[in-house]
């Protein structure tokens, strides 16, 4: 039975719960074993240590590559930072030229941008209107200066997969590095660095059932040796790439939470991917002038971004949101009144791109929490059109494209 | 960010949902925003002509919860006000009565355009020299 008031949380891709089993794991690190990773002289210090290298070979292990060649840091942002301002400081003599993508991550774009102030050249791939690059056009873009290809695993929006291994090929031909945003991707699908031929690859703890505040950057160190410069000074841990004390308590958790992942995200996959396609079908059956957003083929199985059409999202939202947590592309909230840049990327116009939800699943998603969203989001999106003025002209065979809208 | 009670209670309740017969002399439509812009406001007046006085208003809104509260609130307001009076709401009396945070302010400007809109087209519609235009935001 369903209790009420029901809160259903469709929000895993801002962050997971924290597993329950994983706070287990966490809860004596915090008061019985308090020491510090890096004090290496007593008892205390010992046991924290082994602490952060077990995590360290958990996480190793769902990636298949070696311990040594993970670098903790506070979340995933810190390690885009890490990885391209890394990679372009380390490299800089071999050239400046760095190549993205449109709807990556901010912690991407925004460091992209920052480095143009240092003397890097960054070009910027479109994507396609679902959501994935050209591959010729990313060869294209290659040069002789290009020192890096940075791409997002999967987009946090849509949960578009890009095309990975191909990408990762192109990348070996020409001899240039491949770094990847895998936030949304590590834990929840197979993401072997060494199999796709991905050289850096940015991850976080609390996208994964872990706790907040510790994330890793994987640092290939065979064929090709790859080197950061770090971006934090100080006593030298994590190889000398990232100083700080570690945070072994969210290290211990995060080892849990890949232990965990590595044995369960397969399950866990076919069964969200099932309730998904629930959610999808059920929408779209119920509800006329609903669009998927992105490759529905090559996308996360817990994920979906729906354009309810002639619907303002954060409207939308608000018949629902004492019960339900999902996430919206409208931007009715900021200042700029910008949609979506990810969803204008795939070539949407503002309209649907103010309309869309995204509702991405997780492994404590249960079928009846979907099916209490189905008819919620269903009521909301008749309720929100009863009230709108463009779906009355819309339904009255009104060319909206024709109307002379007021300036605002 | 936490909506208002009074913002909550127009968004669950709202006043004056509908459509007026824009074809009839003594209806003045107001249609401003765009859906680019992720607001879209339509604010219907119906006056009485021997009195100036609005005696029916109606509005969709598509929009974000302050926008339908903005426009459900200036519905509830024009009632039984003449024009004149009408010409005097401010879209700052809207913020205050909604308790808009800064950035929903431009709901109530839209609303504000929205009334002044309908009353313009009123107006030029029998004839009458229209005695506001919408203020350009």
Not at chain 1, 1 to 7: A, D, L, N, T
Not at chain 1, 219 to 235: L, N
Not at chain 1, 258 to 264: T, V
Not at chain 1, 294 to 312: A, L, Q, W, Y
Request: proline fraction near 4%; hydrophobic fraction near 40%.
């Amino acid at each position: 039975m369903i209790k009420e008031p029901m809160r259903v949380y469709l929000d895993n891709n801002s962050t997971t719960p924290c597993d329950p089993r994983v706070v287990d794991t966490m809860v004596p690190y915090f008061y019985q074993k308090p020491g510090n990773s890096a004090s290496r002289n007593h008892p205390f210090g010992w046991e924290a240590e082994e602490g952060v290298d077990y995590a360290r070979e958990q996480i190793a292990a769902l990636l298949k590559v070696d311990p040594k060649e993970i670098i903790f840091t506070s979340g995933a942002t810190e390690s885009d930072n890490l990885a391209i301002k890394g990679v372009f400081e380390m490299y800089r003599s071999k050239g400046n030229h760095i190549i993205t993508v449109t709807t990556e991550h901010k912690a991407v774009l925004d460091t992209c941008d920052k480095l143009t102030e240092a003397g890097a050249e960054i070009t910027y791939l479109k994507v396609a209107e679902d959501g994935l690059i050209d591959l010729a056009e990313l060869e294209a873009a290659i040069k002789s200066t290009t020192i890096l290809v940075s791409v997002m695993w999967a987009n946090n929006e849509t949960g578009v997969i890009q095309p990975m291994k191909e990408i990762g090929n192109i990348c070996d031909k020409h001899g240039v590095l491949f770094m990847s945003d895998a936030t949304q991707a590590v834990g929840k699908m197979p993401t072997y660095p060494k199999e796709i031929g991905v050289h850096l690859m940015a991850f976080t703890s609390h996208k994964m059932y872990g706790p907040k505040g510790v994330g890793a950057l994987y640092v290939s160190r065979k064929s090709p040796r790859v080197k950061v410069t770090a971006q934090m000074d100080g006593g030298g841990h994590e190889r000398g790439m990232r100083s700080g004390t570690l945070n072994v308590p969210g290290i211990v958790g995060f080892g849990k939470a890949a232990e965990i992942a590595r044995l369960e995200m397969h399950a866990d996959a076919e069964r969200l991917k099932k309730l998904r396609d629930r959610l999808e079908h059920e929408l779209t059956s119920r509800l006329e002038e609903c669009y998927i957003n992105g490759n529905v083929d090559h996308r996360m199985p817990h994920v979906t971004n729906i354009s309810f059409k002639h619907v303002e999202g954060e409207g939308l939202m608000m018949t629902f949101n004492q019960n339900i947590a999902v996430s919206s592309g409208s931007a009715c909230t900021s200042a700029s009144l910008e949609p979506s840049y990810v969803l204008v990327a795939l070539g949407l116009g503002d309209d649907l791109a103010h309309s869309s939800i995204r509702f991405s699943l997780g492994r404590f998603t249960t079928d009846e929490e979907v099916d209490f969203v189905v008819d919620k989001l269903v009521a909301g999106v008749n309720h929100m059109r009863d009230l709108s003025p463009i779906w009355e002209m819309y339904k009255e065979g009104v060319d909206l494209s024709n109307v002379q809208w007021s300036e605002h | 960010m936490a909506y208002s009670e009074k913002v909550l209670e127009h968004f669950q309740h709202p006043k004056n949902v509908g459509t007026l017969d824009k074809s009839k002399s003594t209806v003045g439509t107001g249609l401003v925003g765009a859906p680019e812009c992720g607001d879209v406001m339509r604010l219907q007046i119906e006056v009485d002509p021997s009195t100036q006085t609005i005696i029916d208003a109606k509005f969709k809104t598509f929009g974000c919860g302050s926008a339908i509260a903005s426009s459900s609130l200036a519905t509830e307001w024009l009632k039984g006000k003449t024009i004149e009076q009408a010409l005097t709401i401010d879209n700052m009396d809207i913020v205050e009565e909604l308790a808009l945070p800064p950035v929903k302010i431009h709901c109530s400007v839209l609303a504000e355009d929205a009334i002044k809109g309908a009353i313009a087209d009123y107006q030029s519609k029998n004839g009458i020299a229209v005695t506001a235009m919408a203020s350009s935001h």
